[in-house]
Each structure stands twice: as C-alpha cells, then as structure tokens.
C-alpha cells in the first residue's frame, strides 16, 4: 500500500513568492495535518483537516492557508514567503484522532 | 499550554550499550503519548505509543512506560545497534482539542558507534 505522499520533495523559492505544498493521504484515510520542522527542532503544528473542513490551526500567521480536496488530498500554501518559513514541511494522516502516518516530507529553501 | 521537553543530544554510545532517552511532559487532561524516529533525510515514523498511565509501549526492542505520577515517558533499549542513529521525537496528543494534534519535543540525535 502507498503511504502519505507528498510534492515535490525540495522546492527553492525568492522571499516574497508564493508556494504550494502537496500532500496525498494513505488510501482510506480521511484527516490530514500538516506541520513544519525547522532545522534541529521538533515539528510544528499548523493545521489539520477531516472531511474536507479545518479542524485545527496552530500559531501560524494567516500566510499559512490550506485545504483538502475530496479524494481528502491537501496543498498548503504560503504567501509572502520569509527566510523563515524555509523548513522540512511534513504531511501526516489519519482516520481522524488516530495513530498519524507522515510523508517524507517537502523542504523548502527561501532566499 | 501542553508541551513536551526531552533530554538534550547528541547522545553517543557505543554499540550494545544501554539506551535511555528522558521525556517529561505537561498537559490537560490524558494525552496519549508517543515516540517517533526521523532517519537522516526522512520524515517521522512511529516508534511507539501509549495511550493510558501505566500503560508500556514496545517495537523493535523499544520500550517506553506511561508514568502519570511523573509526567513521564522516558525511551530505553537494552542493545543498540549503528542503525538505531537517528534523532527520536517524544509527542503526545491533545486531550482536550479533538483535532489529533501531536506536540513535539525537540528531539534528540543518537549517534552509535561500532
């Protein structure tokens, strides 16, 4: 069975760009979150979704949008980007409250 | 809010040693607790979980004990291996949110040697 896949796997962007991340769930799984590791430290939660609705949001500035389509895949965007939105970008899923799998991640460069 | 600290790395041990790696945590209410692993280059894989006091969670020669008098969830191996290096993440899940959210420790890297 495929697990959490995500796009692309590195990604350079300019300060001030936009970019969209992308993340498919394990087959069966309805919640995806999201979450960003910077370097050296633990992941971060931005947001997570079930059924196609926000059910949860982390400290993040409203640069951070998501959504989930209904095949329950999701792009995170950000806008505006900074030097410090560079990170690892992780997608996990889910059933809903249980056991998350992750993807391997999208590592996003700013300069 | 809920967090989650770990003992600091890199901790390097020879192999076949002994391994403890300290996780305390702070919440509201019963998270359930888990260990991940994050080889060089990879996302999280999960290493084990608990979901209740006392209870013991286990993989791959792995254990880690749910102590709610202490507020902690320390990881120890009895031998490790070269392959065991990697940089391992304490989380627990919200009780209160309903989202699933997982808090993250810091992490810490373990180096073995042969």
């Known amino acids: 069975d495929a697990g959490v896949t995500q796009s692309p796997t590195h990604l350079i962007k300019t300060r001030g760009q936009q970019v969209t991340l992308r993340c498919s769930p394990i087959?069966?799984?309805?919640?995806v979150s999201w979450y960003q590791q910077v370097l050296g430290q633990g992941p971060q939660f931005i947001f997570q979704?079930?059924?196609?609705?926000?059910?949860g949001r982390g400290n993040f500035p409203d640069r951070f949008s998501a959504r989930q389509f209904p095949n329950y895949s999701s792009e995170l965007n950000v806008n505006a980007l900074l030097l410090g939105d560079s990170a690892l970008y992780l997608c996990?899923?889910?059933?809903?409250?249980?056991?998350?799998?992750f993807g391997q991640g999208t590592r996003l460069t700013v300069v | 809010g809920d967090s989650v600290t770990q003992m600091e790395g890199p901790v390097t041990l020879s192999e076949e040693a002994f391994l403890t790696i300290n996780c305390t945590y702070t919440a509201t209410g019963y998270p359930s607790l888990f260990w991940y692993v994050q080889y060089p280059g990879e996302g999280l894989q999960l290493l084990l979980k608990?979901?209740?006091?006392?209870d013991k969670g286990s993989n791959k020669g792995f254990e880690a004990t749910y102590r709610k008098e202490t507020t902690s969830f320390h990881l120890e191996k009895g031998s490790v291996q070269v392959s065991d290096s990697a940089v391992y993440f304490c989380a627990l899940s919200e009780f209160t949110s309903n989202t699933g959210k997982l808090i993250f420790g810091q992490g810490t890297t373990l180096q073995v040697k042969p």
């Open positions: 979704y079930y059924e196609k609705e926000e059910r």
């Open positions: 087959s069966g799984h309805k919640s």
């Open positions: 608990a979901t209740k006091a006392d």
């Open positions: 996990a899923s889910s059933t809903g409250t249980g056991e998350a799998f």
